[in-house]
């Protein structure tokens, strides 16, 4: 990453990502943009027991919809169910237990919600991980890639005909990160293989980059469907306290709140404004922003966008043959 792409992003972060870039964003909402009946709509969110993924859920299930919880974490999970539950009064909050690094796993959880017929709206990837040294998961996979990544494409890809069979359009919303403005896409070294030294927050901005990327060529792909990727700001959440403990010790005066990370998520799944814009468009605080810097040189090309996808799908054909 270059000291212009770095210090640019930085600058643009204090001037918009913090808690007053949201209270300066959030002039120009329209609060009732999100105050919507969602009593028969149908969602799913990732990574939902903390931080954003929790404040998104609550916030659907207070307007009356059905949310299906994706949670790692059996206690966790239930502990984010029953609160949820009892704040919000409405009892179709569903705990499914999925560790989103293991594509095997999230291959039988798809099939099987699938095949029950259960009604899918709107899913929201928001699960992620930071993992600071190289690990591999049972499938040695790097954990980063597994998480973020594949686990992304799979479960996203393989909930298109549960999507596909909902009486409004269908919509995928998925949280990446303004790291991956610093970041060029790289198809060729999906692990990180050959890196001389391993970096955590290299990884996780490089993923979150392949994160766009696949929801631009999904619109390609199911034109039918509503794909949106958004950026939440740098919001305080357990993720960010224990990946990057010393971004948060200096910033954390200046961190958005949960709430506030997930607010454009909420908006992408409840507003009918957002199905106004492109497909595949990148958010930020309610509006369509660039993916990129200026000067920054981190578009790709066509060639690197297809190789991604090419070795995505091929990745989930061979755990598939292993089931």
Not at 10 to 26: D, M, S
Not at 134 to 153: I, M, Q, S, V, W
Not at 193 to 213: C, H, L
Request: hydrophobic content about 35%; aromatic content about 8%.
């Amino acid at each position: 990453m270059s000291i212009y792409r770095n210090s640019i992003w930085f600058l643009k972060g204090l001037r918009e990502y913090t808690k007053g870039g949201y209270v300066k964003a959030a002039k120009n909402f329209d609060p009732t943009d999100i105050e919507v009946d969602a009593s028969k709509r149908n969602f799913m969110v990732t990574g939902a027991n903390s931080g954003i993924g929790r404040s998104t859920a609550l916030e659907l299930a207070k307007r009356g919809g059905t949310v299906h919880l994706v949670c790692r974490s059996a206690e966790r999970g239930k502990e984010a169910q029953e609160a949820i539950i009892k704040e919000t009064k409405n009892d179709k909050v569903h705990l499914h237990l999925v560790d989103m690094s293991q594509p095997k796993e999230i291959l039988k959880f798809t099939t099987q919600f699938v095949e029950s017929g259960a009604p899918l709206d709107t899913l929201v990837n928001n699960a992620g991980t930071m993992v600071n040294q190289r690990e591999t998961t049972d499938d040695k996979l790097e954990k980063n890639f597994a998480t973020n990544t594949l686990g992304t494409y799979i479960l996203s890809t393989e909930l298109i005909p549960a999507l596909e069979k909902s009486k409004c359009r269908p919509r995928i919303v998925t949280v990446s990160s303004g790291g991956m403005l610093v970041m060029k896409l790289d198809s060729n070294d999906l692990q990180f293989e050959q890196v001389r030294n391993f970096d955590g927050t290299f990884a996780y901005a490089q993923n979150k980059r392949q994160q766009v990327v696949m929801v631009r060529r999904w619109a390609l792909q199911y034109p039918n469907i509503s794909f949106s990727s958004m950026h939440p700001g740098w919001a305080d959440t357990p993720a960010v306290q224990n990946s990057m403990p010393d971004f948060h010790r200096r910033m954390q005066d200046k961190l958005r709140t949960p709430e506030q990370g997930a607010d454009t998520i909420v908006w992408l799944c409840l507003s009918e404004k957002a199905l106004k814009c492109p497909n595949g468009s990148f958010f930020q605080d309610r509006v369509v922003v660039s993916e990129h810097l200026p000067l920054a040189h981190t578009r790709s090309s066509d060639a690197d966008e297809l190789q991604l996808i090419s070795r995505l799908e091929e990745m989930t054909k061979t755990f598939k043959n292993q089931l």
